[in-house]
């Protein structure tokens, strides 16, 4: 039995689904999934939930499982993942396709929030990630790839316009799938509003929780787990860009340094063992900017 198996024990059939009374929710989807899990099943609760593994971690051998867990789920709280994901029926309407009791379902977006980091992106390479934090920074890419320095202090302008660029491609993506809505959330938390440019920070995680019980008919109180959420990399974040957006700077709210599993790295180790990763990589640095080309031209201007 593996220790994978074992943290999964009732997905796996290794201890039962428990039951009482009230509704079962799953919820499908990324690491930002389980967080929101956490919250949705927090004491006290009007629902009950498992834990699954992500849907990226999801395999062929593990469907017979989820059709197990299917069978029994009454509402599916799902983020937008589409068909034949991984070469696997694991989109959010194969998923609800599978379920014999034709669950209810309740569509979360992915969380993106550039607005605190706005050097800060995620590019999807077959060379995997970079080393020591799986994220990329423009200013990093621009150098590795030979083009013109973009600023390493951004101006208040270009703060604010990766923080409207990033309200624009969120808002398009959840009017494009139908999902909750977690734009004010993310303005409300300030400066707590997310750890890296896809963890957010517990507030804006519980009340999406709340928005996901009221939408599924069983509105109930989200409590804070006394612990921080997706709590594993902490990207720094630059004084200015908190005077920029006008946010009221905690204590421990602007960091120079990246926190990783709980070590602090200097920000300079990063960029340094980065810039030797893309050089080993050619094109990688390339096609970041042009995935990313519209924050990067924010930050130019």
Do not use: K
Request: glycine letters at 8%; hydrophobic letters at 45%.
């Amino acid at each position: 039995m593996t220790g994978r198996r074992q943290h999964y024990a009732h997905f796996y059939g290794l201890l039962p689904v428990p039951r009482d009374d009230r509704p079962l929710v799953m919820v499908h989807g990324n690491c930002q999934a389980e967080s929101l899990r956490v919250l949705i099943d927090g004491d006290p609760s009007p629902v009950r939930t498992v834990r699954v593994p992500p849907v990226h971690e999801l395999t062929d051998a593990d469907l017979p499982h989820l059709d197990r867990l299917l069978a029994e789920v009454d509402v599916l709280v799902s983020q937008p993942v589409r068909d034949r994901y991984r070469d696997l029926p694991l989109g959010t309407g194969e998923v609800l396709a599978r379920a014999r009791r034709a669950p209810s379902a309740v569509l979360v977006p992915i969380i993106r929030w550039a607005a605190l980091h706005p050097f800060q992106v995620i590019v999807r390479s077959p060379a995997g990630d970079p080393p020591l934090v799986p994220y990329h920074d423009l200013r990093t890419l621009t150098l590795a790839a030979g083009r013109p320095a973009l600023p390493e202090i951004p101006s208040a302008e270009a703060v604010r316009g990766v923080r409207d660029l990033s309200v624009r491609e969120l808002t398009v993506r959840q009017e494009r799938h139908g999902s909750l809505d977690v734009v004010d959330l993310l303005h409300e938390a300030g400066c707590a509003a997310a750890h890296t440019v896809n963890h957010p920070g517990n507030a804006v995680l519980a009340g999406l929780a709340a928005r996901v019980l009221s939408a599924a008919g069983f509105p109930g109180t989200v409590v804070d787990p006394g612990r921080t959420l997706l709590d594993s990399v902490h990207t720094p974040v630059l004084p200015q860009v908190l005077e920029a957006l006008q946010l009221d700077g905690r204590p421990g709210a602007a960091r120079a340094d990246w926190t990783v599993h709980g070590s602090r790295i200097a920000d300079s180790a990063v960029r340094e063992a980065q810039l030797r990763w893309y050089a080993d990589h050619p094109g990688v640095a390339e096609a970041g900017l042009a995935r990313h080309a519209g924050a990067a031209a924010a930050l130019a201007a």
